[in-house]
T-cell receptor, first 111, second 113 residues
Framework: GENVEQHPSTLSVQEGDSAVIKCTYSDSASNYFPWYKQELGKRPQLIID?????GEKKDQRIAVTLNKTAKHFSLHITETQPEDSAVYFC??????????FGAGTRLTVKP | EAQVTQNPRYLITVTGKKLTVTCSQN?????MSWYRQDPGLGLRQIYYSMNVEVTDKGDVPEGYKVSRKEKRNFPLILESPSPNQTSLYFC????WGFGGELFFGEGSRLTVL
């Protein structure tokens, strides 16, 4: 099955700075890459996703980039705010349709 | 309202006492899966199901069973729970195809003494 690696495991930034989280995947046939945000005590929720036929997608302060050749994708958060503090998970959907997650990144935005 | 419902939300039990965590979705989704979440270990997949009567092992299936007799339900069964199964469990579902948002239930926090 698909194997997703995520880095870093923890990230601390100053409010207003940018944050970047990177993931790699193993199955070259994977074609859907979502990012989930999990606030403390809550369920993970989708914040942005990208399909394999697209190289970049933006939604306000959040963007995701995909490099299919290198099999990696990244989440970029600009102008970070304290409410961005959470655990972020990347995921990849493999050729069978199964979705696997990275180990997560705990982002802390310091005011 | 579209949702994934898990029960119970919280449970304290003892070693060896069989328990079932129910999961139900009202979105007619084909794909359903179970994850456990432990500190520092992310979301580890236990079992998943592509459709009715089709289930497959995830990364950590030992000690768990599942069934998919109906499209909407995907119960997680712990036949003989042990303390190392103390964890936060999430059920999730999504529509068919190679993409599409995965909807999570609210989670079930299980403690095995």
């Amino acid at each position: 099955g698909e194997n997703v690696e995520q880095h870093p495991s923890t990230l601390s930034v100053q409010e207003g700075d940018s944050a970047v989280i990177k993931c790699t995947y193993s199955d070259s046939a994977s074609n859907y890459f979502p990012w989930y945000k999990q606030e403390l005590g809550k369920r993970p929720q989708l914040i942005i996703d990208i399909r394999s036929n697209v190289g970049e997608k933006k939604d306000q302060r959040i963007a995701v980039t995909l490099n299919k050749t290198a099999k990696h994708f990244s989440l970029h958060i600009t102008e970070t705010q304290p409410e961005d503090s959470a655990v972020y998970f990347c995921a990849a959907t493999d050729a069978t349709g199964d979705m696997r997650f990275g180990a997560g990144t705990r982002l802390t935005v310091k005011p | 309202e579209a949702q994934v419902t898990q029960n119970p939300r919280y449970l304290i039990t003892v070693t060896g006492k069989k328990l079932t965590v129910t999961c139900s979705q009202n979105m007619n989704h084909e794909y359903m899966s179970w994850y456990r979440q432990d500190p520092g270990l992310g979301l580890r997949q236990i079992y998943y199901s592509m459709n009715v009567e089709v289930t497959d092992k995830g990364d950590v299936p030992e000690g768990y069973k599942v069934s998919r007799k109906e499209k909407r339900n995907f119960p997680l069964i712990l036949e003989s729970p042990s303390p190392n199964q103390t964890s936060l469990y999430f059920c999730a579902s999504r529509g068919w195809g190679f993409g599409g948002e995965l909807f999570f239930g609210e989670g079930s926090r299980l403690t095995v003494l």
